[in-house]
C-alpha cells in the first residue's frame, strides 16, 4: 500500500539532486519522506498527479523477482524441507528493510525498499505447510484461519505501519524487518509434515 507513492517520492527527488544535505552526504529514504511531509504540514507542498517512471521500472523489477520466485519455489519445495525455505524467504527479506533505514543513498534505500516485497513468497510456502500438517478433515478450515490472520494481519499492519511513518519513519522500517527477521528464525521451528 505505501510502496508505490514512496519510490516516487524518493525518485522525484533523486531526478533533481537534492538529495545531498549540508554535510555532502547523501539523503535516506526516511530523511526524504519527512522532508515531504514537512511541505504537506505546512501547506507548501501541492499534490503531484504524476508517477515517476523510475518507480514503473522497480515495479517490473519487483513483478520479475515475483514470477522467477515462484518459479523456483515450484521446483524446490519437494526436495528442500520448508521451513529452511520460509526461513530464507522472511529472514533476507527483514535484513533488507534494516539496511534500506540505515543507509544514505536513495537509490540503494530504494531498491533495498522494493525488495522488502519478496517477502510475499511465503504465502505459497506457507500454504503448502499448513496444507500438509493437518488431517484431510480439518485442512479447509486451518487454511480458512491462515488466510484470515494472513488478512488481518495485512489490515492492521498497514494502519499501523501509516501511523507510525509520520513520526517515527525509521522505526517502522525496523520494526517490520525486526518482526521478518523473528519469522524466519520462528519458521525454523515448524514441525515436520505428519499427514
Same mark, same amino acid.
Given at each position: 500500500?505505501?510502496?508505490?507513492?514512496?519510490? *516516487?517520492?524518493?525518485?522525484?527527488?533523486?531526478? /533533481?539532486?537534492?538529495?545531498?544535505?549540508?554535510?555532502?552526504?547523501?539523503?535516506?529514504?526516511?530523511?526524504?519522506?519527512?522532508?515531504?511531509?514537512?511541505? +504537506?504540514?505546512?501547506?507548501?507542498?501541492?499534490?503531484?498527479?504524476?508517477?515517476?517512471?523510475?518507480?514503473?521500472?522497480?515495479?517490473?523489477?519487483?513483478?520479475?523477482? $515475483? %514470477?522467477?520466485?515462484?518459479?523456483?519455489?515450484?521446483?524446490?519445495?519437494?526436495?528442500?524441507?520448508?521451513?529452511?525455505?520460509? &526461513?530464507?524467504?522472511?529472514?533476507?527479506?527483514?535484513? %533488507?528493510? +534494516?539496511?534500506?533505514? &540505515? =543507509?544514505?543513498?536513495?537509490?540503494?534505500?530504494? &531498491?533495498?525498499?522494493?525488495?522488502?516485497? =519478496?517477502?510475499?513468497?511465503?504465502?505459497? /510456502? =506457507?500454504?503448502?505447510?499448513?496444507?500438509? @500438517?493437518?488431517?484431510? #478433515?480439518?485442512?479447509?478450515?486451518?487454511? @480458512?484461519?491462515?488466510?484470515? *490472520?494472513?488478512?488481518?494481519?495485512?489490515? +492492521?499492519?498497514?494502519?499501523? =505501519?501509516?501511523?507510525?511513518?509520520?513520526? #517515527?519513519?525509521?522505526?517502522?522500517? $525496523?520494526?517490520?524487518?525486526?518482526?521478518?527477521?523473528?519469522?524466519? %528464525?520462528?519458521?525454523?521451528?515448524?514441525?515436520?509434515?505428519? $499427514?
Amino acid at each position: 500500500m505505501w510502496v508505490t507513492p514512496r519510490t *516516487s517520492n524518493v525518485n522525484r527527488v533523486n531526478s /533533481v539532486e537534492q538529495h545531498l544535505n549540508d554535510n555532502g552526504n547523501g539523503t535516506g529514504m526516511c530523511e526524504i519522506y519527512e522532508l515531504q511531509l514537512q511541505g +504537506v504540514y505546512e501547506g507548501e507542498s501541492t499534490c503531484v498527479q504524476k508517477l515517476e517512471l523510475s518507480t514503473f521500472t522497480y515495479s517490473f523489477i519487483c513483478e520479475v523477482a $515475483y %514470477f522467477t520466485g515462484f518459479l523456483l519455489l515450484a521446483f524446490i519445495i519437494k526436495k528442500i524441507p520448508k521451513n529452511y525455505i520460509l &526461513a530464507i524467504i522472511l529472514t533476507v527479506p527483514g535484513v %533488507f528493510g +534494516v539496511v534500506a533505514a &540505515a =543507509i544514505h543513498n536513495p537509490k540503494a534505500s530504494l &531498491a533495498l525498499y522494493t525488495a522488502l516485497l =519478496i517477502s510475499g513468497l511465503g504465502m505459497m /510456502v =506457507i500454504s503448502s505447510s499448513v496444507v500438509e @500438517s493437518y488431517p484431510t #478433515h480439518l485442512r479447509a478450515t486451518a487454511m @480458512s484461519i491462515t488466510q484470515l *490472520s494472513a488478512r488481518l494481519g495485512c489490515v +492492521v499492519g498497514s494502519n499501523y =505501519i501509516g501511523s507510525l511513518l509520520r513520526y #517515527h519513519c525509521n522505526l517502522s522500517f $525496523y520494526l517490520s524487518s525486526g518482526a521478518l527477521i523473528g519469522s524466519g %528464525f520462528l519458521a525454523l521451528m515448524l514441525p515436520k509434515p505428519v $499427514y
